[in-house]
């Protein structure tokens, strides 16, 4: 069985209404720790690595490691999805290396530190999202910024975080940003995901007693 | 949803059991995600409770085995303790049992029906 598009396994998802974790991977133990699981009960699966899981194992490693979950588990569909991308450029070495999606985080610019513009965004999410779509890979995007809602501070999740303390708009997703860009990506799926964040109303999962410090603002958009 | 590990707290004291030192930390429970999901969340991610589980496994494994000196013993010990999360998020999140009715779609026809516009949005 080959690599499989996010957009399918969400599609299919989002069809019979369950969820899939999304594991991050770094090295062969994870690997074949989450296909072992995958295999006893199943599932189809999500892995991601991250900009810190490529500096760690290196490109060809994560490439070889997944194409080996791939040939071991033939009847698993599976994703290998890039989690936070930087910049255009990153998602297209992501995409010669086989992933078969992508994430172009561009809430910050390719520094990966500083935030950026909404237009910036927009322009280089937009970028991504044809490029991709080319060759069948799915696009997360994503509006607003990783941060801590409660002391206002950027963080990183695995080599891109902005630097900093950041406003409430700018770690929040802006509702009228999210249609306007859905208007303005090439973008293929039906609004089913709610956001995370929004500044009309607070997310039905947030929870400040008891989610993650580290992770309570998180703002993804879907794309696909 | 991003940052979506559930930090079970019996790894973060079997850390601390075996001479690890974490502070005080919570996660997002399952209950909490399972609940997104019937509101339509479908991409959960999940980094930490892979790390927390794989290093409990090993400082146990490593605490109690102090002759201890092949690799493969204690990661065999976090691979399982990886394993078991992993497999409790699936059933959890109700993708277990899926894999088997999913016809993979090859990139090149996922292209072609971009291409086409038939995975295009349907605003509502």
């Known amino acids: ?6 957009r ?51 490109e060809a490693f994560l490439r070889h490691l997944i194409a080996a979950a791939v040939e071991a588990y033939p009847h698993i569909p599976i994703v290998m ?17 086989g992933f078969s999606s992508v994430m172009m985080d561009g809430s910050l610019e390719a520094d990966a530190k500083t935030p950026s513009s909404y237009e910036y965004n ?81 997310p039905a999962t947030y929870s400040p007693s008891s989610a993650s410090s580290r992770y309570t603002s998180a703002s993804p958009i879907p794309i696909w | 949803m991003h940052g979506s590990s559930s930090v079970p707290q019996e790894w973060l004291d079997i850390i601390r059991e075996f001479g690890g030192e974490m502070k005080e930390t ?35 494994h490593l605490a109690k085995n102090k002759s201890e000196f092949d690799p493969r013993k204690f990661l065999k010990d976090a691979t399982a303790a990886a394993r078991d999360i992993c497999k409790a998020r699936f059933e959890a999140f109700g993708c277990a049992g899926q894999a088997g009715k999913i016809k993979p779609i090859m990139l090149d026809n996922m292209a072609t029906r971009y291409a086409k516009g038939e995975l295009r949005a349907v605003i509502k």
């Open chain 1, 81 to 97: 999805h890039q989690d936070h991308g930087a910049s255009p450029s990153v998602c297209i070495n992501a995409i010669r290396s």
């Open chain 1, 122 to 202: 927009v322009e280089v999410t937009a970028k991504v999202v044809e490029m991709s779509h080319a060759v069948g890979v799915s696009v997360e995007g994503e509006l607003g910024c990783l941060g801590s809602l409660e002391s206002g501070m950027g963080e990183a999740e695995d080599g891109h975080g902005a630097e900093g303390k950041l406003s409430h708009d700018q770690l929040l997703t802006d509702p009228e940003q999210a249609a306007d860009s859905w208007m303005r990506w090439p973008l293929p799926s039906a609004p089913r995901t709610v956001l995370i964040n929004s500044r009309a109303s607070p």
């Open chain 1, 8 to 58: 399918q396994l969400l599609d299919h998802a989002a069809e019979n209404g369950y969820g899939l974790p999304a594991f991050n991977v770094n090295n062969l133990e994870q690997i074949q720790a989450i296909m072992q699981a995958a295999d006893e009960c199943n599932s189809p699966v999500i892995m991601q690595g991250s900009a810190g899981a490529r500096k760690y194992a290196g």
């Open chain 2, 26 to 60: 919570y996660g997002v429970p399952v209950e909490e995600i399972q609940e997104g999901i019937k509101h339509g969340v479908r991409k959960i991610n999940i980094d930490t409770d892979i790390r927390l589980a794989m290093t409990g496994a090993i400082r146990r």
């Open chain 1, 1 to 6: 069985m080959a690599l499989v598009s996010l």
